[in-house]
T-cell receptor, first 108, second 115 residues
């Protein structure tokens, strides 16, 4: 089992749609979790941290299920500018392990 | 500086030549990381520096790769005798502390092309 697994997509959705991505991780000792966003030919940028209680930032909601070892990201009211690759990231004691990302394409 | 600075932004080199990539982390960030990303692939961990501790080199793909961090700040990644499979974007990131509770901040990367 890969350390961090994501559906590569692409997810094609119209503007205004709600879309959800899931990610699974293999190391049960993982300490912290994040979602990063990466635009084409750009560096990854931190989107949000993921907490056990779930957390929300505007249109974005992240959830963590430690028992099942998966993380989710929900995007409501999708915008054209949300088109990007979303990277699921799992932290160990000193480094981050990145998934290969899920591509989202939002169309007019 | 305000962000993580990497140079050069692009590098084209001939197979067999050595290259040096530079990273200037965010001021005050004690942890520095190098990753690389090949076309269409995920990020691959290379090496990690934390303060004055010995670096974690577990991700370096071969002995042609080395890195150093001088004075706890600027880092240089050196690739000797470059091969075509070394072509990738090399990303540097820095973090406030050893445990990445806050995530990383990445530089914009060096796009290395070995011809």
């Amino acid at each position: 089992r890969k350390e961090v697994e994501q559906d590569p997509g692409p997810f094609n959705v119209p503007e205004g749609a709600t879309v959800a991505f899931n990610c699974t991780y293999s190391n049960s000792a993982s300490q912290s979790f994040f979602w990063y966003r990466q635009d084409c030919r750009k560096e990854p940028k931190l989107l949000m941290s993921v907490y056990s209680s779930g957390n929300e930032d505007g249109r974005f909601t992240a959830q963590l299920n430690r028992a099942s070892q998966y993380i989710s990201l929900l995007i409501r009211d999708s915008k054209l500018s949300d088109s990007a690759t979303y990277l699921c990231v799992v932290a160990g004691y000193s480094t981050l392990t990145f998934g290969k990302g899920t591509m989202l394409l939002v169309s007019p | 500086g305000a962000g993580v600075s990497q140079s050069p932004s692009n590098k084209v080199t001939e197979k067999g030549k050595d290259v040096e990539l530079r990273c200037d982390p965010i001021s005050g960030h004690t942890a520095l990381y190098w990753y690389r990303q090949s076309l269409g692939q995920g990020l691959e961990f290379l090496i990690y520096f934390q303060g004055n501790s010995a670096p974690d080199k577990s991700g370096l793909p071969s002995d042609r790769f080395s890195a150093e961090r001088t004075g706890g700040s600027v880092s240089t990644l050196t690739i000797q005798r470059t091969q075509q499979e070394d072509s990738a974007v090399y990303l540097c990131a820095s973090s406030l502390g050893a445990v990445p509770n806050y995530g990383y901040t990445f530089g914009s990367g060096t796009r290395l092309t070995v011809v």
